[in-house]
């Protein structure tokens, strides 16, 4: 489908998808498939191509899409498509769903109901503004409410002119400025530039069949230049159209069409560029601002491109009618002379300005100043001069003849300031034209004397005798005129001739070539004159031209295809032509007898004469020969013709001048011995010394048309019809009558008329049946037999009546427009059934296609997943083999210095080490454990033991408050005093010291007793043993900082004190008792030693050793201590180990402590 696609197109929408499942179908849609895909393809190729639109997606891709049919008529999954229902007969009215589409929108979004199933890539990236331009021919047919008929030989109503117009407004509403003929092509100036001119829709363009492409200048050119190639046939395009219609715009986009057509080289290239640079150069001099056109070409054109066996350009030839020299002398207000004269003001340099003795403002010239409008906004004369000296170079015009030229038109422009007096009847230059006749003369290098006498005076030969005779003033400034008239025409002539040179053919065989006619159309003006006659007469002939050729093509065709020729009429302008051309009684030959023939023949003189001549003529008439009704709209001074466009009356005043184009000898022999370049080449000698007198210019225009018929007759026409749509050069305006006016002297209906005679549409057999095949069965998807027999079957299958056909040998005919489109009508309804089966037949595929993807997908990721793990196992195995292998050997040479084969095993074992170190670090300071290190680090791990405990006694110490650092001291004394001294030492290490053991607050009482309010550092219950007879009493022991007090646990009365001062040592046994003995003397009041129990004994005496100074006087008794008495007796207190601790009086009167020993 691709290629078919590309070339048939579908609309090109620029309009973004907006529909978001239509977005999905999009990315969808343009992945790539292959496989099943392809039967698809073929199965709707054909059928979707001519109609699908075309749009670019984001991504670049170009997506075809096409109308999908209605929901309900949709194969969505379980609803299937309708049975076809058997077609209406094809002439039966059958409804289009198309037709009713709104323009809107066609034109800015794609309808719901698009559905997008093709894509490709584009060749190249679309514009905006393509979608409508590149349509194709068939697609249209579906727009044609909007769009109208591409094709006027499809109208219904042809022989209306309204119908005509309206077909005309529509499409130009659309921007679509081209339309057909059959194979002419009818343009309507857009004034404006449109984007369809894009080396895009060049190569759109190019070898597409005429038929499959919208109407564009491009697809004539292309035709042309294919028939050209492919069948040696000359070719010629022929434009017309009134001034402003685009004849020269649209010669100027063949000739760029078919510059890009052929392949390129170096010389083909150069060629074309002297091709393409030829318009510009012609244009300067032979184009001007007029009332209805900035760039008027004020000259007919017809330029040969030729081209060799392959189809490049090898060379080229114009040639060129009737310059309107009148305007180098005159323009009306508001229009300009040349446009050469104006930039050259603009544009050349002071150094050349000077030379030519110019002044840039063009109002200083009298050729320029008439038309008051040397300013034109659309015209940039400056830029224009640049343009044209490059391409003279281009066309290799030398510096001289560069020069030459620019001098002709300076000296044009002083000609024109040349005044003249009076003096008794005759002209002599005036005193301050003298410079100017000076300047002219220096500029076309010629006698300046000789120059002056030429402008005043003339001379006659009669009987060979010279006569020289002045002129009058009025004389003098005709002469002026003529002068620059013929300097400027003649050098125009030269210029084409000089042109000619540069592109004419150089050791090449020609193999065939395509003219284009670049000519005026038919002018009707209010006020019409020699100019108009032989532009109208030019345009009958081509008229002619076009039926004869036309029918002969017509006939031609019938036959090749073998049917019956229908003779069609048609209106025979041949009698027109005629009126004007036939040898002595035709008006050229009558006006060119009136001018020649002695006496005093005038305007007036030659109207009687024509009267007298072709009075009789049916297209012919004059005041005279009218009747009353006629007179009033014809002047005495003119006559009427009736032409095939229309009624056109001509003043003929200035028509003998003008044929006659004099310019006396006197100035001619002026020139003629000028040294100019171009002057001299255009005004020879010889010509002085003929005889017979000049051609007229009548009898020159007709026998260049005739030169120019024969060349036309001699090659295929193509035609281009231009049209303006309104005067005023406004974009988007259509003026009816104006165009109705154009319609009808373009000749346009009867051209239609002409062409519908026969049959209006007619197609290759093969194009009809790919188109419509759908719309049988038995043709549907693809028929196998000749195209021809498909057509046959297809017009039975659709109930085509026998005059509604005709089957040719290469071609079917279509009589009426009304039997295609209902064919066509049918066709766009069942594209929708078709649109649905493919639309499910893409989906299901695209659903096996995507199952089968992820099917080898999920194979690939399993396969490639186990290879991953497998891989990855095989290289940890290996790793652990090297390690394992590593280790050993390290262990077997754990021995030696370190070495490579041993160095891993080494730090392996370090590393072991400090981490078994850090994971058993010991938690406090009495843990003294560490792991055993291995024999290389023992030095470092006493080392880290070391650092590690004095980390830890640091910290200890900056956790330590004050109070327990004095309880630590407290301990430090006790275990001074007591470690391996006293048997229950070791369980008081186990609890803490603290300064109070009482379970309650000291009684106020005991605080009262407390000698000068001393602070009790420590107290505790005690249990104490009377001196005497060993009761066992409850008391509680306060000792202050200088003294020891025993109150009554129960009334808190002071039972006794003992200050440090008098306590001459504290006893206590080793053994594991509780008992202690605080030693005083017995004398004044005091009692005298204490004998105590406490749970807290170590605590108790630690504190009072502490508290009275008194450490050294403690003492650990065995077995047995004794303690005073009062009286001066001792009594004895043993220590002895038993089962059970007791503290009880023995019978001996001792006091016996038991304890249990070691093991408690
Ligand atoms: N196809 C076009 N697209 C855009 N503008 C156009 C087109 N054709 C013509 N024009 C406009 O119309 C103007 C007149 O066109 P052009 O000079 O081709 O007319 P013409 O028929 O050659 O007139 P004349 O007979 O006076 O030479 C152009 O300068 C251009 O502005
Ligand atoms: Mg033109």
Request: hydrophobic share 35%; charged share 30%.
């Given at each position: 489908?691709?290629?078919?696609?590309?070339?048939?197109?579908?609309?090109?929408?620029?309009?973004?998808?907006?529909?978001?499942?239509?977005?999905?179908?999009?990315?969808?849609?343009?992945?790539?498939?292959?496989?099943?895909?392809?039967?698809?393809?073929?199965?709707?190729?054909?059928?979707?191509?001519?109609?699908?639109?075309?749009?670019?997606?984001?991504?670049?891709?170009?997506?075809?899409?096409?109308?999908?049919?209605?929901?309900?008529?949709?194969?969505?999954?379980?609803?299937?498509?309708?049975?076809?229902?058997?077609?209406?007969?094809?002439?039966?009215?059958?409804?289009?769903?198309?037709?009713?589409?709104?323009?809107?929108?066609?034109?800015?979004?794609?309808?719901?109901?698009?559905?997008?199933?093709?894509?490709?890539?584009?060749?190249?990236?679309?514009?905006?503004?393509?979608?409508?331009?590149?349509?194709?021919?068939?697609?249209?047919?579906?727009?044609?409410?909007?769009?109208?008929?591409?094709?006027?030989?499809?109208?219904?109503?042809?022989?209306?002119?309204?119908?005509?117009?309206?077909?005309?407004?529509?499409?130009?509403?659309?921007?679509?400025?081209?339309?057909?003929?059959?194979?002419?092509?009818?343009?309507?100036?857009?004034?404006?530039?449109?984007?369809?001119?894009?080396?895009?829709?060049?190569?759109?363009?190019?070898?597409?069949?005429?038929?499959?492409?919208?109407?564009?200048?491009?697809?004539?050119?292309?035709?042309?230049?294919?028939?050209?190639?492919?069948?040696?046939?000359?070719?010629?395009?022929?434009?017309?159209?009134?001034?402003?219609?685009?004849?020269?715009?649209?010669?100027?986009?063949?000739?760029?069409?078919?510059?890009?057509?052929?392949?390129?080289?170096?010389?083909?290239?150069?060629?074309?560029?002297?091709?393409?640079?030829?318009?510009?150069?012609?244009?300067?001099?032979?184009?001007?601002?007029?009332?209805?056109?900035?760039?008027?070409?004020?000259?007919?054109?017809?330029?040969?491109?030729?081209?060799?066996?392959?189809?490049?350009?090898?060379?080229?030839?114009?040639?060129?009618?009737?310059?309107?020299?009148?305007?180098?002398?005159?323009?009306?207000?508001?229009?300009?002379?040349?446009?050469?004269?104006?930039?050259?003001?603009?544009?050349?340099?002071?150094?050349?300005?000077?030379?030519?003795?110019?002044?840039?403002?063009?109002?200083?010239?009298?050729?320029?100043?008439?038309?008051?409008?040397?300013?034109?906004?659309?015209?940039?004369?400056?830029?224009?001069?640049?343009?044209?000296?490059?391409?003279?170079?281009?066309?290799?015009?030398?510096?001289?003849?560069?020069?030459?030229?620019?001098?002709?038109?300076?000296?044009?422009?002083?000609?024109?300031?040349?005044?003249?007096?009076?003096?008794?009847?005759?002209?002599?230059?005036?005193?301050?034209?003298?410079?100017?006749?000076?300047?002219?003369?220096?500029?076309?290098?010629?006698?300046?004397?000789?120059?002056?006498?030429?402008?005043?005076?003339?001379?006659?030969?009669?009987?060979?005798?010279?006569?020289?005779?002045?002129?009058?003033?009025?004389?003098?400034?005709?002469?002026?005129?003529?002068?620059?008239?013929?300097?400027?025409?003649?050098?125009?002539?030269?210029?084409?001739?000089?042109?000619?040179?540069?592109?004419?053919?150089?050791?090449?065989?020609?193999?065939?070539?395509?003219?284009?006619?670049?000519?005026?159309?038919?002018?009707?003006?209010?006020?019409?004159?020699?100019?108009?006659?032989?532009?109208?007469?030019?345009?009958?002939?081509?008229?002619?031209?076009?039926?004869?050729?036309?029918?002969?093509?017509?006939?031609?065709?019938?036959?090749?295809?073998?049917?019956?020729?229908?003779?069609?009429?048609?209106?025979?302008?041949?009698?027109?032509?005629?009126?004007?051309?036939?040898?002595?009684?035709?008006?050229?030959?009558?006006?060119?007898?009136?001018?020649?023939?002695?006496?005093?023949?005038?305007?007036?003189?030659?109207?009687?004469?024509?009267?007298?001549?072709?009075?009789?003529?049916?297209?012919?008439?004059?005041?005279?020969?009218?009747?009353?009704?006629?007179?009033?709209?014809?002047?005495?001074?003119?006559?009427?013709?009736?032409?095939?466009?229309?009624?056109?009356?001509?003043?003929?005043?200035?028509?003998?001048?003008?044929?006659?184009?004099?310019?006396?000898?006197?100035?001619?022999?002026?020139?003629?011995?000028?040294?100019?370049?171009?002057?001299?080449?255009?005004?020879?000698?010889?010509?002085?010394?003929?005889?017979?007198?000049?051609?007229?210019?009548?009898?020159?225009?007709?026998s260049s048309l005739n030169k120019l018929m024969e060349i036309l007759m001699s090659k295929e026409p193509s035609y281009?019809?231009?049209?303006?749509?309104?005067?005023?050069?406004?974009?988007?305006?259509?003026?009816?009558?104006?165009?109705?006016?154009?319609?009808?002297?373009?000749?346009?209906?009867?051209?239609?008329?002409?062409?519908?005679?026969?049959?209006?549409?007619?197609?290759?057999?093969?194009?009809?049946?790919?188109?419509?095949?759908?719309?049988?069965?038995?043709?549907?998807?693809?028929?196998?037999?000749?195209?021809?027999?498909?057509?046959?079957?297809?017009?039975?299958?659709?109930?085509?009546?026998?005059?509604?056909?005709?089957?040719?040998?290469?071609?079917?005919?279509?009589?009426?427009?009304?039997?295609?489109?209902?064919?066509?009508?049918?066709?766009?309804?069942?594209?929708?059934?078709?649109?649905?089966?493919?639309?499910?037949?893409?989906?299901?595929?695209?659903?096996?296609?995507?199952?089968?993807?992820?099917?080898?997908?999920?194979?690939?990721?399993?396969?490639?997943?186990?290879?991953?793990?497998?891989?990855?196992?095989?290289?940890?195995?290996?790793?652990?083999?090297?390690?394992?292998?590593?280790?050993?050997?390290?262990?077997?040479?754990?021995?030696?210095?370190?070495?490579?084969?041993?160095?891993?095993?080494?730090?392996?074992?370090?590393?072991?080490?400090?981490?078994?170190?850090?994971?058993?670090?010991?938690?406090?300071?009495?843990?003294?454990?560490?792991?055993?290190?291995?024999?290389?680090?023992?030095?470092?791990?006493?080392?880290?033991?070391?650092?590690?405990?004095?980390?830890?006694?640091?910290?200890?110490?900056?956790?330590?408050?004050?109070?327990?650092?004095?309880?630590?001291?407290?301990?430090?004394?006790?275990?001074?005093?007591?470690?391996?001294?006293?048997?229950?030492?070791?369980?008081?290490?186990?609890?803490?010291?603290?300064?109070?053991?009482?379970?309650?607050?000291?009684?106020?009482?005991?605080?009262?007793?407390?000698?000068?309010?001393?602070?009790?550092?420590?107290?505790?219950?005690?249990?104490?043993?009377?001196?005497?007879?060993?009761?066992?009493?409850?008391?509680?022991?306060?000792?202050?900082?200088?003294?020891?007090?025993?109150?009554?646990?129960?009334?808190?009365?002071?039972?006794?004190?003992?200050?440090?001062?008098?306590?001459?040592?504290?006893?206590?046994?080793n053994l594991s008792d509780d008992l202690f003995v605080l030693h005083a003397p017995v004398e004044n009041k005091e009692?005298?030693?204490?004998?105590?129990r406490s749970e807290y004994s170590i605590e108790a005496v630690t504190k009072i050793a502490i508290l009275s100074g008194?450490?050294?006087?403690?003492?650990?008794?065995?077995?047995?201590?004794?303690?005073?008495?009062?009286?001066?007796?001792?009594?004895?207190?043993?220590?002895?180990?038993?089962?059970?601790?007791?503290?009880?009086?023995?019978?001996?009167?001792?006091?016996?402590?038991?304890?249990?020993?070691?093991?408690?």
């Amino acid at each position: 489908m691709g290629s078919a696609a590309g070339k048939h197109g579908g609309s090109i929408s620029p309009s973004p998808v907006s529909q978001d499942n239509n977005k999905t179908n999009i990315d969808d849609a343009t992945e790539k498939v292959d496989g099943p895909i392809d039967d698809v393809r073929d199965k709707f190729d054909d059928t979707f191509s001519n109609d699908s639109e075309v749009i670019k997606s984001d991504t670049g891709t170009v997506i075809f899409v096409s109308p999908a049919p209605e929901p309900n008529k949709m194969t969505n999954g379980s609803k299937k498509p309708k049975k076809r229902a058997p077609l209406p007969p094809a002439n039966a009215p059958v409804t289009n769903p198309n037709n009713r589409t709104s323009t809107k929108d066609k034109v800015t979004k794609l309808p719901s109901n698009y559905q997008i199933f093709r894509t490709h890539p584009s060749p190249k990236p679309l514009k905006r503004g393509d979608r409508l331009s590149i349509q194709t021919m068939e697609s249209a047919l579906t727009a044609r409410d909007r769009v109208g008929v591409q094709d006027f030989v499809l109208l219904e109503n042809y022989t209306s002119e309204n119908a005509f117009i309206e077909n005309l407004r529509k499409r130009f509403s659309e921007k679509l400025i081209y339309t057909y003929i059959g194979s002419v092509l009818v343009s309507v100036n857009p004034y404006r530039p449109l984007n369809i001119y894009t080396p895009y829709h060049q190569e759109k363009y190019q070898g597409v069949n005429f038929y499959e492409m919208p109407p564009h200048v491009y697809a004539i050119s292309d035709n042309a230049y294919r028939s050209m190639r492919n069948e040696y046939r000359d070719q010629c395009i022929l434009i017309s159209g009134e001034s402003g219609s685009g004849k020269t715009e649209a010669s100027k986009y063949i000739l760029q069409y078919l510059s890009i057509c052929s392949s390129n080289n170096e010389k083909v290239e150069y060629i074309k560029s002297r091709l393409l640079q030829s318009n510009p150069v012609l244009e300067a001099f032979g184009n001007a601002k007029t009332h209805r056109n900035d760039n008027s070409s004020r000259f007919g054109k017809y330029m040969d491109i030729q081209f060799d066996y392959r189809g490049a350009p090898i060379g080229g030839h114009i040639l060129n009618y009737l310059l309107e020299k009148s305007r180098v002398v005159h323009q009306a207000q508001g229009e300009r002379n040349f446009h050469i004269f104006y930039q050259l003001l603009e544009g050349a340099d002071d150094e050349l300005m000077s030379r030519m003795r110019l002044k840039r403002n063009p109002d200083n010239y009298h050729y320029l100043a008439q038309g008051k409008c040397a300013k034109v906004s659309s015209i940039n004369d400056k830029n224009d001069f640049l343009t044209i000296k490059k391409a003279l170079k281009v066309l290799s015009f030398s510096d001289e003849q560069v020069t030459a030229l620019f001098y002709i038109v300076a000296s044009v422009l002083h000609l024109g300031n040349i005044n003249f007096t009076d003096s008794g009847g005759r002209a002599n230059i005036a005193k301050e034209s003298m410079a100017d006749v000076q300047t002219v003369a220096a500029l076309l290098d010629c006698e300046a004397a000789q120059l002056e006498k030429a402008l005043t005076h003339r001379t006659i030969e009669a009987n060979r005798e010279k006569m020289c005779s002045p002129l009058n003033v009025d004389q003098a400034v005709y002469a002026r005129d003529a002068l620059a008239k013929a300097v400027y025409g003649r050098m125009f002539d030269w210029l084409v001739h000089t042109i000619n040179e540069s592109l004419s053919v150089q050791n090449q065989v020609r193999r065939s070539l395509i003219g284009l006619l670049d000519i005026y159309g038919f002018e009707i003006f209010q006020k019409n004159s020699f100019e108009q006659f032989c532009i109208n007469y030019c345009n009958e002939k081509l008229q002619q031209l076009f039926i004869e050729l036309t029918l002969k093509q017509e006939q031609e065709e019938y036959r090749a295809e073998g049917i019956a020729w229908e003779p069609v009429e048609y209106f025979n302008n041949k009698i027109i032509c005629d009126l004007v051309e036939e040898r002595h009684k035709g008006i050229i030959d009558i006006m060119d007898e009136e001018c020649l023939r002695p006496g005093d023949p005038t305007d007036q003189t030659f109207l009687k004469k024509l009267e007298e001549t072709v009075g009789e003529h049916p297209h012919f008439i004059t005041h005279a020969l009218g009747d009353s009704k006629l007179r009033k709209t014809i002047q005495y001074d003119e006559f009427r013709m009736i032409h095939y466009a229309g009624d056109v009356t001509y003043g003929v005043e200035g028509f003998l001048d003008k044929n006659n184009d004099l310019l006396f000898r006197d100035l001619k022999e002026t020139m003629s011995e000028a040294s100019n370049t171009v002057i001299k080449n255009t005004f020879l000698k010889s010509e002085l010394t003929k005889l017979k007198r000049p051609e007229t210019v009548g009898t020159q225009f007709r026998s260049s048309l005739n030169k120019l018929m024969e060349i036309l007759m001699s090659k295929e026409p193509s035609y281009v019809r231009c049209i303006k749509p309104n005067d005023t050069k406004q974009p988007d305006r259509f003026e009816e009558t104006l165009v109705r006016h154009q319609v009808k002297y373009l000749g346009l209906m009867e051209n239609l008329r002409v062409r519908r005679a026969g049959f209006a549409y007619r197609r290759t057999h093969d194009v009809f049946v790919k188109r419509y095949k759908s719309l049988c069965p038995d043709t549907w998807p693809h028929y196998r037999g000749s195209a021809k027999d498909g057509v046959q079957t297809l017009c039975q299958y659709l109930q085509y009546k026998e005059d509604e056909y005709r089957v040719g040998k290469t071609k079917i005919f279509i009589r009426f427009p009304k039997t295609l489109f209902a064919t066509e009508d049918a066709f766009q309804l069942r594209k929708h059934e078709l649109a649905a089966l493919m639309q499910a037949t893409w989906r299901g595929f695209r659903q096996w296609k995507l199952f089968h993807r992820m099917r080898n997908a999920v194979t690939t990721i399993s396969s490639q997943w186990k290879r991953v793990q497998a891989q990855r196992l095989k290289e940890k195995r290996k790793k652990a083999v090297d390690v394992v292998r590593k280790f050993i050997i390290g262990f077997i040479n754990r021995g030696k210095p370190r070495c490579p084969e041993n160095a891993n095993f080494l730090d392996y074992v370090r590393i072991s080490y400090l981490h078994r170190c850090r994971d058993k670090l010991p938690k406090n300071v009495l843990d003294k454990s560490w792991p055993t290190p291995p024999a290389a680090l023992t030095e470092t791990a006493e080392l880290l033991q070391r650092l590690n405990m004095q980390n830890m006694t640091r910290r200890y110490v900056k956790r330590t408050t004050p109070e327990k650092k004095r309880a630590m001291e407290e301990k430090v004394v006790a275990s001074e005093l007591f470690r391996d001294k006293k048997e229950s030492y070791e369980d008081s290490l186990k609890r803490p010291f603290t300064d109070k053991r009482l379970t309650e607050p000291m009684k106020p009482k005991m605080m009262a007793m407390i000698e000068g309010g001393e602070k009790v550092a420590y107290s505790c219950h005690v249990t104490k043993y009377d001196r005497h007879g060993y009761h066992a009493r409850e008391r509680v022991l306060a000792i202050t900082s200088k003294s020891s007090y025993l109150f009554d646990s129960k009334d808190g009365k002071l039972k006794q004190k003992i200050g440090h001062d008098i306590l001459t040592g504290i006893s206590i046994s080793n053994l594991s008792d509780d008992l202690f003995v605080l030693h005083a003397p017995v004398e004044n009041k005091e009692k005298g030693d204490m004998i105590v129990r406490s749970e807290y004994s170590i605590e108790a005496v630690t504190k009072i050793a502490i508290l009275s100074g008194k450490k050294s006087e403690v003492r650990i008794v065995t077995k047995n201590l004794a303690h005073e008495m009062a009286g001066g007796k001792q009594g004895q207190i043993e220590f002895i180990v038993g089962p059970e601790p007791s503290i009880t009086k023995a019978k001996s009167g001792n006091l016996i402590v038991v304890s249990t020993g070691r093991s408690r």
